[in-house]
């Protein structure tokens, strides 16, 4: 019988109990036997291991959060920090690891898979930023609940004929404010990944308004600047009553969509199959319709080479303002 470990790790995303849920299923019905750590890299360092069964997972496929809890551990970065979680995986028998997280958690990952300790990885973030999937976990939702904002926003936008700015998350991807600003038919979306031109973009809020445009909603993502300097800049600019919205950790939580649930149960699944092959070092994506598996140090060397779809910047650009 082998033990299979599993934690989450950085920022939590919708989605992640459903990846939980599909490892423990699968592996209790292969056999094997699988362990929670609670609160990510920190709980497994001290020790905070348990074993689930299948009913620790009922109920839990359509909740926000991750019922493993997650926490960051900057001693992870240090070799005594992962000799310690070794030791506590060597003292529950546990012979390979699945991590859910993000790139910080990926490094984790790396580094136990390096030490000789089996680890694969799952992308769990509503940010996007993963180099070698297309999506990651929690983003579709995060993108549903930022939209619904926008929407909401828009009522009162042309009811004061006013300027919106909403903040997204995303830290250095525009993922998520490209997605919300073309799906709610934003006048602006302003990404980390385009060139900022405060004069462009003052004067085609100018020629949307000249139109009779009765409101303005900008799509700022937080890697670019803060909203609050945003709005500082354009009301600098003249008389057009900008209102800055920073929807912050509301993008994080609720229930997962149908693509996230779907995306982290296959994900899931692929990572423990992974496992059983005897793979390590390695994480778990989706490249079109193929779900596919990179080396961890492939995806970290792309760093910042997550492709984010700048074709939806351009499509809007023409058809928004
Ligand atoms: P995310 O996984 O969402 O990117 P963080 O960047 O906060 O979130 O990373 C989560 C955790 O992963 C950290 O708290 C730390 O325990 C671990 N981690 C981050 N960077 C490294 C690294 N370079 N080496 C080993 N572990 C790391």
Redesign the pocket.
């Known amino acids: 019988v082998k033990r299979i470990g599993v934690l989450t790790?950085?920022?939590d995303a919708p989605g992640m109990n459903a990846a939980i849920r599909a490892i423990a299923r699968k592996v209790i019905f292969d056999g094997n036997e699988i362990y929670g750590i609670r609160n990510?890299?920190?709980g497994l360092a001290e020790g905070e291991i348990k074993q689930l069964s299948i009913n620790d997972v009922s109920d839990t496929l359509s909740k926000g959060g991750t019922m493993l809890y997650t926490?960051?551990?900057?001693e992870?970065?240090e070799k005594a920090g992962q000799e310690k979680a070794i030791a506590q995986l060597e003292r529950f028998g546990i012979d390979s690891l699945i991590v859910i997280?993000?790139?910080?958690?990926?490094?984790?990952a790396e580094?136990l898979s390096k030490a000789g300790f089996p680890t694969v990885g799952i992308p769990g973030?509503i940010d996007n930023d993963i180099p070698g999937t297309d999506f990651t976990i929690g983003f579709d939702t995060a993108c549903n609940t930022a939209l619904d904002a926008v929407d909401k926003l828009r009522d009162t936008a042309t009811s004061h004929m006013r300027t919106f700015i909403v903040e997204v998350m995303g830290r250095d991807a525009g993922d998520i404010a490209l997605w919300t600003g073309l799906g709610s038919g934003a006048e602006q979306i302003i990404v980390p990944e385009a060139e900022f031109d405060m004069d462009k973009i003052v004067s085609e809020i100018d020629t949307g308004r000249d139109r009779g445009k009765k409101h303005t909603i900008i799509i700022l993502a937080e890697g670019v600047m803060r909203g609050a300097e945003f709005e500082e800049k354009l009301n600098a600019r003249g008389d057009y009553h900008a209102r800055v919205t920073v929807l912050g950790h509301v993008q994080r939580g609720g229930s997962p969509s149908a693509r996230d649930r779907v995306l982290a149960s296959v994900f899931g699944y692929t990572a423990v199959e992974l496992l059983n092959q005897g793979k390590s070092g390695v994480c778990v994506g989706i490249q079109g319709k193929d779900i596919v598996y990179n080396e961890l140090t492939d995806v970290l060397a792309g760093g910042s080479n997550h492709q984010s779809y700048m074709s939806l910047y351009d499509i809007n650009k023409e058809i928004s303002y």
């Open positions: 790790s950085g920022g990510g890299y920190k926490a960051r551990y900057p992870f970065k997280g993000g790139d910080g958690s990926y490094h984790g580094a973030t």
